[in-house]
């Protein structure tokens, strides 16, 4: 499921992703909101997401989000394929929302 979320996400405009699916959590940003704006579009998708610094200051200074933060994903073991499908769709409809966009159907 990391790989079908990451090669999703990477899909969709304005979306960054901040590291690679090697462990089942993903950090990702949406361009222009912070972390803690997109978890909250995602929550009241149905979705609970962390958003913020994880605290680890460091980790943002690196990835260039200490203004921001990011959102995290973690995907554990009751987590669908068809759960997942409709992550990915609310983070591209937030995004389109954020740029001012039409989103897909």
Known sequence: LTNYLYEGLEKIDGVILYNRPQLP???????????EAVTEALAQKGFALRGGFHCSPLAHQTMG????GTARIGIGAFNTRERAAALRRAVAAASCRQRGAVADP
């Open 65 to 68: 989000t200490s203004e921001s």
């Open 25 to 35: 959590v993903l950090s990702f940003g949406i361009e222009g909101m912070s972390g």
